[in-house]
């Protein structure tokens, strides 16, 4: 395509961007469990490993965010409680 015909035809070129967009549909970026991936487990002792796991206002983040699997996202949640107790990682914030 040269530079002529974009610029002559902009409105064919944004149909043209929808109709690409329609076709590829929205696909949501396939996450992996970083814990499966990296054949690590959750550990309280960990607190940069289990900073990943919290939002900033220390919050567990949900596994769908995390893209934590069920079975590590129990034991972040676990591990990130005990962390806590001991003061590696913050309480909620208010
Ligand atoms: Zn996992």
């Keep these: 395509m040269s530079f002529d015909d974009s610029e002559k035809d902009m409105s064919v ?3 043209f961007r929808d109709k690409k ?4 549909r929205m696909v949501f970026k396939k996450r ?3 814990f499966c991936l990296n ?3 959750p550990d309280y002792k960990n607190s940069e490993q289990l900073k990943k796991s919290i939002s900033e206002r220390g919050k567990i983040l949900p596994a769908r965010i995390t893209g934590t699997c069920a079975k590590h996202q129990r034991m972040v949640a676990s591990e990130i ?3 806590r ?10």
């Design 85 to 94: 107790v001991l003061a590696y990682l913050p309480f909620d914030k208010q």
């Design 81 to 83: 409680k005990k962390a």
């Design 13 to 15: 070129e944004g149909s």
């Design 39 to 41: 054949k690590i487990e």
């Design 21 to 24: 967009n329609n076709g590829k």
């Design 32 to 34: 992996f469990c970083r």
